[in-house]
């Protein structure tokens, strides 16, 4: 008598898939999309404040007579979050007639405009430079 060999044995299986695998990837895809588009626009509208800063600065009358028309700008991250007012931004500028660090505090005049209410021009040499002219008023004038 042969011997007893059992039940014929079954073909093996084919792995099973996850069916949460293509959610996972899909909801993956879709925070990385978020996220660089959230990124995008934050960085355009970086890039616009940026460009307008640079244009206030350079119509500026102090910063015009002392920096010249402004050929380069870098945003000095360091003092700009050193400053206690949120609106206080400080930029590296070098122009036409020297170099320099304008700390002011720049406010929105409309979406395309800023404007510098008060601030300082520290230039290369270490001289700093009130930027508030002679006709404005500040509020700690008008008190």
């Not at 898939?17 to 999309?33: F, K, Q």
């Amino acid at each position: 008598m042969p011997p007893l060999l059992g039940p014929a044995p079954l073909p093996p299986r084919a792995a099973k898939r996850s069916r949460a695998l293509p959610w996972i990837m899909l909801a993956v895809g879709l925070l990385l999309g978020l996220a660089i588009t959230i990124g995008g626009i934050a960085w355009w509208g970086w890039h616009q404040f940026v460009t307008q800063a640079t244009a206030e600065m350079n119509e500026h009358p102090v910063v015009a007579e002392h920096i010249g028309h402004i050929r380069r700008v870098d945003v000095d991250w360091s003092t700009t979050t050193d400053e206690p007012d949120d609106d206080t931004f400080a930029f590296h500028v070098t122009g036409d007639r020297g170099n320099g660090t304008v700390i002011a505090r720049f406010l929105t005049e409309d979406d395309d405009h800023e404007r510098i209410d008060g601030g300082r021009l520290v230039m290369a040499d270490g001289s700093s430079i009130d930027l508030t002219l002679d006709d404005e008023v500040s509020e700690d004038d008008a008190r």
